[in-house]
C-alpha cells in the first residue's frame, strides 16, 4: 500500500481488526519512510460494476460517490459513522448480486431511494428532491402524501 503522505510504497501493518460488523478488515498502516500513520479498509467486492448514465457514457462504478450522497442525505440526523457504512454497504451489496456487471445510474438511485425509505424518511425526501430533480414545493407534496399513504 502507498503511503499517501510521501507516496512511499513500502509500508507496514501495525493493526488489523473487523469493521463494519465483520464487512471489512480497518488494518493501520504506518510508513518507514516518512512515520506518518494511516488507516486503510479492505471490503470484499463481488464483482466490477460498471455504471450506464443517462447519456450513454460507461464509467466505474464509484463506492465513494454512494457514500457521499448518502451521507448528504443523513447529514444532522442520528446516523453514526458506522450504521452509514452498513447502508452503503448493503446497497453496493444489492447493487453487485442482482446486477451483471453493468448497472443503470438509475436502478442505483432507485435502490438508495428504496433503501433510505426504509431507513429514514427525512433522508428518503432529502434524496428524492435531489435524485428526481424537484423544482417546486408541490413536488415535495405529492412525495409525501405519497409517504402518507403507504
Do not use: H
Amino acid at each position: 500500500m502507498r503511503c499517501p503522505f510521501c507516496g512511499n510504497e513500502d509500508t507496514q501493518v501495525k493493526d488489523s481488526r473487523p469493521a463494519d460488523d465483520g464487512a471489512s478488515i480497518r488494518r493501520r498502516r504506518s510508513c518507514p519512510a516518512c512515520g506518518n500513520r494511516f488507516t486503510t479498509f479492505e471490503r470484499v467486492q463481488l464483482r466490477e460494476l460498471v455504471v450506464i448514465k443517462s447519456d450513454g457514457r460507461r464509467v466505474p462504478f464509484d463506492r465513494d460517490k454512494l457514500a457521499r450522497s448518502v451521507r448528504i442525505a443523513l447529514r444532522k440526523r442520528p446516523f453514526d459513522d458506522e450504521r452509514i457504512e452498513r447502508i452503503v454497504n448493503g446497497i453496493q451489496r444489492r447493487l453487485e448480486v442482482e446486477a451483471d456487471s453493468e448497472v443503470t445510474s438509475r436502478r442505483i438511485g432507485d435502490v438508495v431511494l428504496d433503501t433510505l425509505r426504509d431507513v429514514d424518511q427525512v433522508a428518503y425526501v432529502r434524496f428524492a428532491s435531489v435524485y428526481q430533480n424537484f423544482r417546486e414545493a408541490k413536488d415535495f407534496q405529492a412525495l409525501l402524501g405519497k409517504i402518507d399513504g403507504a
